[in-house]
């Protein structure tokens, strides 16, 4: 079982900087991959950025490449999302995931398998 909580959304202007948190409990952290999702109002979820177990490798939706950085404390058991250069189409409800297996895509939602309650990022014009 893992649990994870996230933190830090928030109303923002375009051009602005956020930083998300998310705080993982339960197995032990470093024993598996993270990955963060958002979904938009009338859109499906879909994947922003994935880290495997010991941070040294990334990869990036292309809409996000460039502006957003995902890292992880596993001494802290915390996930990070910074995020640059907002816009307004990057408004959406955020959620962070645990992957503990490598069956399904991860690009998937389906291929996690914990997430968290989500944090909702808004991005004004």
């Known amino acids: 079982q893992v649990q994870l909580v996230e933190s830090g959304g928030g109303l923002v202007q375009a051009g602005g900087s956020l930083r998300l948190s998310c705080s993982a409990s339960?197995?032990?952290?470093?024993?598996?991959?993270m990955g963060w999702f958002r979904q938009a109002p009338g859109k499906e979820r879909e994947f922003v950025a994935f880290?495997?177990?010991?941070?040294?490798?990334?990869y990036y939706a292309d809409s996000v490449k460039g502006r957003f950085t995902i890292s992880r404390d596993n001494a802290k058991n915390t996930l990070y999302l910074q995020m640059n250069s907002l816009k307004p189409e990057d408004t959406a409800v955020y959620y962070c995931?645990?992957?503990?297996?490598?069956?399904?895509?991860?690009?998937?939602?389906?291929?996690?398998?914990?997430w968290g309650q989500g944090t909702q990022v808004t991005v004004s014009s």
């Open positions: 995931a645990a992957r503990l297996s490598a069956g399904n895509s991860r690009y998937s939602p389906a291929g996690y398998d914990y």
């Open positions: 339960g197995r032990t952290f470093s024993s598996y991959a």
């Open positions: 880290i495997n177990w010991s941070g040294e490798s990334t």
